[in-house]
């Protein structure tokens, strides 16, 4: 019997009941845990890109105020970043970064391009569930390149396998990969992925279940995030500063477009989170808004009394 073989790493039981661990190291208070797997879902081109994009920039600023945080995420530790992007190519990648450097500093600029990576993946062969030799060095030179990074983007997840989505066994599988990665690298492993038909028809994108695809892909993730459009009730619910003309009234049907809702259902290492709300500005670049229910009087409203309540 090969006595060399490892199926695992052993938990120190007697470590656990004589003396106190650190805390769970988590990107942000909320967020994904270094070493795990999470998700970002929503429908197309509702802004997952940008905004994973936005959170790449922020865990790869190093400066310590965090200037290049435009999303008030609020990062605990910055480090190396590596961007996989399988949907868009590298001019409209450029463009999305330049249309962010219009929301931070420059001091930040230098550590940002020391920090992060980003590689497109358009036109190149990229499958982690093939067996094939090619396929077989992929991984292992992840595991190799970034390990001691803060945080891996695969996006969309769709793209990096050729197997069925809808394969609960072959999703599972692909889970165990990312978790490979995760686990030799020390880095937050996160994918995007889009939702079903019948949740985006029903504005449904923040149902825990909405991801397309089979149940592995909800359920084996340790954090699963959502991006999601203001709906039709929403804007006449809320109001909002940034885009309204007159704060008094709700945001609307027209305007409502620029709205996205950003909320956390699954999350295996920490307490609830409280939905959050981003409004577009120029470029698509998105910022933290505080909304208001229209019925609270402008006084109230000043007081900041009733904020951003999802």
């Given at each position: 019997m090969d006595t060399n073989i490892i199926i695992g790493k052993k938990v120190d039981?007697?470590?656990?009941?004589t003396s106190d661990s650190p805390p769970l190291d988590c990107l942000w208070e909320g967020g994904p845990k270094a070493g795990s797997v999470g998700s970002i879902v929503g429908i197309g081109a509702v802004g997952k890109s940008t905004l994973m994009l936005q959170i790449a920039i922020a865990v790869a600023s190093s400066c310590e105020n965090r200037l290049a945080d435009i999303l008030q995420i609020k990062i605990t530790k910055p480090g190396k970043v590596l961007y996989l992007s399988a949907e868009d190519d590298v001019d409209v990648i450029t463009k999305r970064l330049e249309a962010i450097r219009e929301f931070i500093e420059?001091?930040?600029?230098?550590?940002?391009?020391?920090n992060l990576t980003i590689l497109s993946t358009v036109?190149?062969?990229?499958?982690?569930?093939?067996q094939d030799t090619i396929n077989d060095t992929h991984i292992p030179y992840l595991i190799e390149k970034y390990k001691g990074a803060r945080l891996i983007i695969f996006d969309t997840i769709s793209r990096f396998h050729s197997k069925s989505e809808n394969d609960n066994g072959h999703m599972a599988q692909l889970i165990v990969k990312l978790e490979h990665i995760a686990q030799h690298t020390g880095a937050a492993v996160l994918f995007l992925h889009h939702i079903g038909k019948t949740s985006a028809r029903e504005a449904r994108g923040d149902d825990q279940h909405a991801p397309r695809g089979a149940g592995a892909l909800t359920e084996n993730p340790r954090w699963g995030a959502f991006l999601q459009k203001m709906t039709s009730a929403e804007s006449q619910k809320w109001g909002g500063k940034t885009i309204n003309?007159?704060?008094?009234?709700?945001?609307?049907?027209?305007?409502?477009?620029?709205?996205?809702?950003?909320?956390v259902p699954k999350h295996n290492y920490g307490p609830p989170q409280k939905d959050?709300?981003?409004?577009?500005?120029?470029?698509g670049?998105?910022?933290?808004?505080?909304?208001?229910?229209?019925?609270?009087?402008?006084?109230?409203?000043?007081?900041g009394k009733i904020r951003n309540e999802g």
């Amino acid at each position: 019997m090969d006595t060399n073989i490892i199926i695992g790493k052993k938990v120190d039981i007697k470590k656990a009941f004589t003396s106190d661990s650190p805390p769970l190291d988590c990107l942000w208070e909320g967020g994904p845990k270094a070493g795990s797997v999470g998700s970002i879902v929503g429908i197309g081109a509702v802004g997952k890109s940008t905004l994973m994009l936005q959170i790449a920039i922020a865990v790869a600023s190093s400066c310590e105020n965090r200037l290049a945080d435009i999303l008030q995420i609020k990062i605990t530790k910055p480090g190396k970043v590596l961007y996989l992007s399988a949907e868009d190519d590298v001019d409209v990648i450029t463009k999305r970064l330049e249309a962010i450097r219009e929301f931070i500093e420059i001091k930040t600029h230098e550590a940002i391009i020391e920090n992060l990576t980003i590689l497109s993946t358009v036109g190149y062969y990229f499958d982690l569930m093939s067996q094939d030799t090619i396929n077989d060095t992929h991984i292992p030179y992840l595991i190799e390149k970034y390990k001691g990074a803060r945080l891996i983007i695969f996006d969309t997840i769709s793209r990096f396998h050729s197997k069925s989505e809808n394969d609960n066994g072959h999703m599972a599988q692909l889970i165990v990969k990312l978790e490979h990665i995760a686990q030799h690298t020390g880095a937050a492993v996160l994918f995007l992925h889009h939702i079903g038909k019948t949740s985006a028809r029903e504005a449904r994108g923040d149902d825990q279940h909405a991801p397309r695809g089979a149940g592995a892909l909800t359920e084996n993730p340790r954090w699963g995030a959502f991006l999601q459009k203001m709906t039709s009730a929403e804007s006449q619910k809320w109001g909002g500063k940034t885009i309204n003309d007159d704060e008094t009234k709700p945001i609307g049907d027209a305007r409502r477009g620029f709205y996205l809702r950003f909320g956390v259902p699954k999350h295996n290492y920490g307490p609830p989170q409280k939905d959050r709300w981003f409004v577009r500005q120029k470029g698509g670049i998105l910022v933290p808004e505080e909304l208001w229910p229209i019925t609270t009087n402008n006084k109230e409203k000043k007081q900041g009394k009733i904020r951003n309540e999802g």
